[in-house]
């Protein structure tokens, strides 16, 4: 039996089993995990513009409870204070009106605008064409001061009930020179920019101030979307002293009567009904047109009361309804009346809507802009077509 020294032992070592080993990695302290995961909170800032909430993504969740964790700890914050480059462990006073909207804690008045309604989740995607060039954010505005006085104004007009907040309708109200109110914070239209079409709508980049100081080029489609859910509308500044701004002059050919009628009938068929309006037109004052309505088939052989009548200039009145008729088919009351002859007719005038639509669709139709205009029947709701 050969025998071998220790020493031939750890000499004879092919696979360098028996060396000293490596001396391991420090293990990382405390404040080194605190500091790693305060820069995954960093990270996540700066790839998505906003701190992480407290979202149905697990990845997301777990940094936003860490980061308030970290926020409810003060020796935490004091380590991280020279690793704070975004400023998410200020601690604020709220003291007024103005620290709630500059305290930004979840991110609502701050760099980043909500998804937008390009943002499309559990659909599947769409061709390229019908996304929008970039998805828009909001930044600090650098000229600001160009446009707080604005909105001091338009805040001490809102207080003196010069203007009022009333309930967002449609896209057609989103013009240069309008504010809303986003998720509490004042807005204003600065600018719209040339129309241009996304997935075959049509659409517009504007220029948006918000009273907090920052700006958004948001398309015009989306700013609609969420003024829907999260808005409202402001109206403009002592809207009765616009009433005679339009006067007509003596250069102006009157050319008869566009009309909406409200029914009176005592027909559980007809009077039960919600939002039904009769939209015509008379070359003759409107109040003798209806005299004899309870004769009459075209006003279901009853009572009628005068909603609205709007007195027409140099155009086709008639051609004027035929375009509101066309525009409402869709919402057209589809009823049969017997007439005195016992003769069955179908009146064509008779539409289901609310009123401020159809009022909205004349609108249109003065300026030009109906053709880019459908009327969404589920919502109740004009929209860009």
């Known amino acids: 039996m050969v025998e071998f020294s220790l020493d031939e032992i750890l000499n004879d070592d092919p696979l360098n089993l028996l060396s000293e080993a490596t001396a391991r990695v420090k293990s990382l302290n405390e404040d080194d995990r605190l500091l790693a995961t305060f820069e995954e909170i960093n990270a996540f800032f700066e790839q998505n513009g906003h701190e992480p909430q407290k979202s149905a993504n697990m990845s997301e969740r777990t940094l936003h409870a860490r980061l308030e964790g970290i926020r409810k700890n003060p020796e935490k914050i004091e380590v991280l204070k020279p690793y704070d480059t975004h400023n998410l462990l200020r601690k604020i006073e709220i003291n007024s009106i103005d620290d709630i909207l500059n305290d930004d804690a979840f991110g609502l008045l701050g760099s980043r605008v909500q998804d937008d309604i390009f943002t499309l989740k559990n659909v599947p995607k769409q061709k390229e064409t019908t996304m929008p060039e970039y998805v828009a954010t909001r930044k600090p505005c650098k000229k600001f001061q160009d446009y707080e006085e604005l909105f001091i104004k338009t805040q001490e007009e809102l207080r003196l009930a010069k203007r009022k907040l009333v309930r967002f309708q449609n896209e057609q109200q989103i013009k240069k020179g309008y504010y809303f109110i986003l998720k509490g914070v004042l807005l204003y239209v600065a600018d719209v920019g040339e129309t241009i079409k996304t997935g075959g709508k049509i659409n517009a980049r504007l220029k948006l101030i918000f009273e907090n100081g920052t700006e958004s080029d948001m398309l015009l489609r989306s700013l609609s979307a969420e003024l829907y859910k999260h808005g409202k509308r402001v109206s403009e500044y002592d809207e009765t002293s616009l009433e005679g701004l339009y006067e007509v002059n003596d250069k102006d050919k009157k050319s008869g009567y566009i009309y909406i009628l409200e029914s009176l009938s005592q027909n559980d068929k007809i009077a039960s009904i919600k939002n039904l309006y009769k939209i015509g037109y008379s070359t003759t004052d409107v109040k003798e047109r209806i005299k004899n309505a309870v004769n009459e088939t075209t006003y279901l052989m009853a009572p009628v009361k005068i ?72 919502n109740e709701v004009l929209v860009l077509s």
Not at 315 to 336: G, P, R, Y
Not at 348 to 353: A, D, I, K, N
Request: include cysteine; charge should be negative.
């Open 307 to 378: 909603i609205s009548v709007y007195e027409t200039y140099n155009m086709n009145t008639q051609k004027f309804e035929q375009l509101i008729h066309k525009f409402f088919a869709d919402v057209c009351l589809n009823v049969d009346i017997f007439g005195d002859d016992s003769k069955r007719y179908t009146p064509r005038e008779w539409f289901v809507l609310p009123l401020e639509i159809i009022e909205q669709a004349i609108e249109l139709i003065i300026v030009g802009e109906i053709i880019n205009y459908e009327y969404d029947e589920k």
